[in-house]
């Protein structure tokens, strides 16, 4: 199976950056692919943006043009670019990788915090 860890985040101000990093481990051979969840205090988690095992990206509406997921070339660490942060984007970031016949391995969070 595959584990996660997600590093990066952070205290910063509106319309800074911050770069998520998601460290994956194991069997890389039966990810299908990886994403970037959030969840807000008192909302649901919702899917900030994804990557597929064929390099195929796909991003909530919310995060289009601000954010970019990418990958190093031995697909073992997924990044988060943030730019443009907004203070609605405060949230607990979590990395998940859908494997196949194991389901959907996450991370423990980490914390991105943005002040108006």
């Known amino acids: 199976q595959v584990q996660v860890a997600e590093s990066g985040g952070g205290l910063v101000q509106a319309g800074e950056s911050l770069r998520l990093s998601c460290a994956a481990s194991g069997s890389m051979s039966i990810i299908n692919a990886v994403g970037w969840y959030r969840q807000a205090p008192g909302k649901q988690r919702e899917l900030v943006a994804i990557?597929?095992?064929?390099?195929?990206?796909n991003y909530a509406d919310s995060v289009k043009g601000r954010f970019t997921i990418s990958r190093d070339n031995a697909k073992t660490t997924i990044y988060l670019q943030m730019d443009s942060l907004k203070p609605e984007d405060t949230a607990v970031y979590y990395c998940?990788?859908?494997?196949?016949?194991?389901?959907?391995?996450w991370g423990q969070g980490t914390q991105v915090t943005v002040s108006s």
């Open positions: 990557i597929t095992r064929g390099g195929s990206t």
């Open positions: 998940a990788a859908d494997q196949i016949r194991y389901g959907r391995a």
